[in-house]
């Protein structure tokens, strides 16, 4: 069964420092997201990309993120001068493009990136 | 501010009884809801999708929705062992794309 995939599974970097984390979605979606979850809270979401460009972002996605999807099959999130707070753990999900009726759309989580800043 | 309420838990349950998982959300234009299972330190694994009031049932799950009380419920029949994870309700607004997630309801399935 098709699945969204992850790199890295882990990622430590120092507070300041850039990092890039890399989601490959479901091969027929057309909908991609970013979510984070911090220890013992809830899942948030980040931004939906469709069509090479942000269709929604949250008052979380400030500048410091950007998503790109460079070729056919990878979707990034780059976070450019990370904070402490950015540990988290972040997942990318798909959605596949036919939608039955707006707001029937079921998102398929990769296994995340665990992220930690220190 | 839209909420989507879960009871936090501990929910314990016995082993081969039923679990039932509660969810209430604020937005009355919220129309597709789904339940997700987060093992601890994995991702959310989509189990069942809802979009019209009354029951929808998919093996030992069944999923419930009462637009008009805007709850949407999880029933797990024949508890397993394995069905111990946090249980995490999401809803999509109509017009949106995000899933606004519950903070879940950690299920303990005692053997």
């Known amino acids: 069964e098709p699945e969204v995939t992850q790199t890295p599974s882990h990622q430590v970097t120092q507070m300041g420092q850039e990092v890039i984390l890399r989601c490959v979605p479901i091969?027929?979606?057309?909908?991609f997201y970013w979510y984070r979850q911090i220890l013992g809270q809830k899942v948030e979401f980040l931004v939906s990309f469709y069509n090479n460009e942000i269709s929604e972002k949250s008052e979380i996605f400030d500048d410091q993120f950007s998503v790109e999807r460079p070729d056919g099959s990878n979707f990034t999130l780059k976070i450019r001068s990370t904070k402490l707070e950015d540990s988290a753990m972040y997942f990318c999900?798909?959605?596949?493009?036919?939608?039955?009726?707006?707001?029937?759309?079921?998102?398929?989580f990769g296994p995340g990136t665990r992220l930690l800043v220190l | 501010q839209k909420e989507v309420e879960q009871n936090s838990g501990p929910l314990s349950v016995p082993e081969g009884a039923i679990a039932s998982l509660n969810c209430t959300y604020s937005?009355?234009?919220?129309?597709?809801f789904f339940w997700y299972r987060q093992y601890s330190g994995k991702s959310p694994e989509l189990i069942m999708s809802i979009y019209s009031n009354g029951d929808k049932e998919d093996g030992r799950f069944t999923a419930q929705l009462n637009k008009a009380s805007q709850y949407v419920s999880l029933l797990i029949r024949d508890s397993q062992p394995s069905d111990s994870a946090t249980y995490l309700c999401a809803v999509i607004d109509f017009g949106n794309e995000k899933l606004t997630f519950g903070t879940g309801t950690r299920l303990t399935i005692i053997p």
């Open positions: 999900a798909s959605s596949p493009e036919e939608r039955a009726g707006v707001g029937k759309e079921t998102q398929y």
């Open positions: 937005d009355r234009g919220s129309q597709s």
């Open positions: 091969s027929n979606h057309l909908y």
